[in-house]
């Protein structure tokens, strides 16, 4: 199957993820029967069920859509989060079914489009959101797919024609290795998702046979000082692209950039942190050489607004400041604790963590204590498994113990109201990929009075 036209229905094992959830709805906008099934009900399923997309929660094949068993019209995307012992999933392969992952679907539907890619273990959700309303407000015809909530849009997909195609390329399972981009980039090449690749080498050289997926005659750009060829980007530094007389006014960036073509002066940028402005200077190096127009470049990043979860603030006065952020890897933590002591100098920090599965807390354990150790104080909630089993001894005191900060505490989520009530911060930052991103809104309703 190498085009996806005479299929009429697409079933998603795992829609609820935000991936997944940009695909339903692509194809829903296509004119396709989309359905699906996830785990459990989540704002991103709440929101596919309010655009008319069934979804189940119980993986038991009676439940599934009539139309969605006829073989001839149907394609099923599965996650490879997905257990091998899923009832659906056992169904739709033991009866032969056309079964796909999502980078492979991902991948037919960019092939033969110009694609722009961004990869990296950190920083291509908010850099591929800022690249695609970039193209967006520089009126390209373009087809996003975001890994994150892009604030502007409310939603993980742009749609705005199909003559270019933005998407995150997806490390976890090797799944960019589906991807044939014009225009890419690396953004980082930390060690992460060690419970598939065993060891970082491996890591690296799958970043390296993804880069070598670039054809002839298209552009590779690398963060500067990664063991890859390509242009470079940086900060202050000697990159091919780079940010140079930086300032901070009100919360907002100033900058220049130097570009391989001169010096192009006065960019402004709203999101804090230098791993943000970085991901500005990536988006911005891939749409120029897309051959975007640089005055309404600069004017498109200018009114950018974030990617929910990503350093959002939640609650901003001076009395209380709180900030929601994804952050599941140590080098992440350490990036939100920079950003926020540039942007609320001298104040205390009460940070509540969520580790996200056991295989990366017990791989990282020592870089996740020096990070968690950087903040005034440090409320811990239990590891959050996602897909794996308990692994002995890998555990949220564990982790605790190793952490050099006086002020630290394991609390339950189901408590976490009242613990941060008590603390009397000034700064709190929500970190982690699990469930307390559901508690997130809960946390502010509670704490606005207080601001």
Do not use: C
């Not at 004119?31 to 099934?37: E, I, Q, S, W």
């Not at 929101?47 to 069934?54: K, S, T």
């Not at 090449?189 to 880069?211: C, S, V």
């Not at 509540?352 to 870089?367: A, C, E, G, M």
């Amino acid at each position: 199957m190498q085009d996806l036209n005479h299929i009429q229905n697409i079933y998603f094992i795992g829609i609820g993820g935000i991936g997944m959830s940009a695909l339903a709805r692509y194809f829903k906008f296509q004119g396709k029967n989309v359905a699906g099934y996830d785990k459990t009900s989540t704002s991103l399923t709440r929101m596919l069920e309010a655009e008319d997309i069934v979804v189940v929660y119980d993986e038991k094949m009676k439940l599934v859509p009539a139309e969605f068993t006829d073989k001839e019209n149907t394609l099923v995307v599965y996650t490879p989060a997905v257990p091998a012992a899923h009832e659906q999933l056992v169904y739709f392969k033991n009866n032969n079914f056309n079964l796909k992952k999502r980078a492979a679907v991902l991948g037919l539907i960019s092939k033969g489009k110009t694609t722009l890619a961004v990869a990296g273990t950190h920083g291509k959700t908010t850099t591929t959101a800022i690249l695609g309303h970039l193209l967006k407000e520089t009126n390209a015809k373009v087809t996003g797919f975001l890994g994150g909530i892009s604030e502007d849009i409310q939603s993980n997909l742009i749609l705005k024609g199909d003559e270019v195609i933005v998407v995150e390329a997806d490390e976890f399972d090797r799944s960019f290795l589906h991807l044939s981009p014009n225009i890419a980039a690396v953004t980082s090449m930390d060690a992460d998702h060690l419970d598939i690749y065993g060891k970082k080498e491996e890591l690296e050289n799958t970043f390296r046979q993804f880069a070598r997926r670039v054809p002839e005659n298209g552009t590779l750009f690398v963060k500067n000082g990664l063991p890859l060829n390509g242009i470079t980007f940086g900060i202050e530094d000697n990159a091919d692209y780079s940010a140079q007389n930086i300032k901070i006014e009100n919360g907002t960036y100033h900058f220049d950039l130097k570009t391989p073509n001169g010096v192009i002066e006065d960019f402004k940028f709203n999101l804090p942190g230098k791993h943000n402005l970085l991901n500005a200077i990536t988006a911005l190096a891939m749409a120029i050489q897309y051959g975007s127009s640089i005055p309404r470049l600069a004017r498109a990043l200018y009114s950018f607004k974030g990617v929910k979860r990503r350093f959002s603030y939640k609650i901003k006065s001076d009395k209380l400041v709180l900030i929601d952020d994804y952050a599941h890897h140590p080098a992440e933590i350490a990036a939100v604790n920079q950003a926020i002591r540039e942007m609320h100098p001298g104040k205390k920090v009460l940070a509540v963590f969520q580790p996200h599965l056991f295989s990366r807390t017990k791989d990282f354990v020592d870089d996740f204590a020096e990070s968690l150790s950087l903040f005034d104080e440090l409320m811990l909630l239990d590891i959050y498994p996602a897909r794996e089993l308990p692994i002995e001894g890998v555990t949220s005191s564990w982790l605790l113990e190793k952490i050099q900060n006086s002020n630290k505490k394991l609390i339950q989520i189901e408590n976490i109201i009242e613990e941060i009530k008590s603390s009397n911060p000034e700064v709190v930052v929500l970190m982690g990929a699990g469930s307390i991103g559901e508690e997130v809104e809960s946390v502010k309703n509670a704490l606005q009075d207080e601001a």
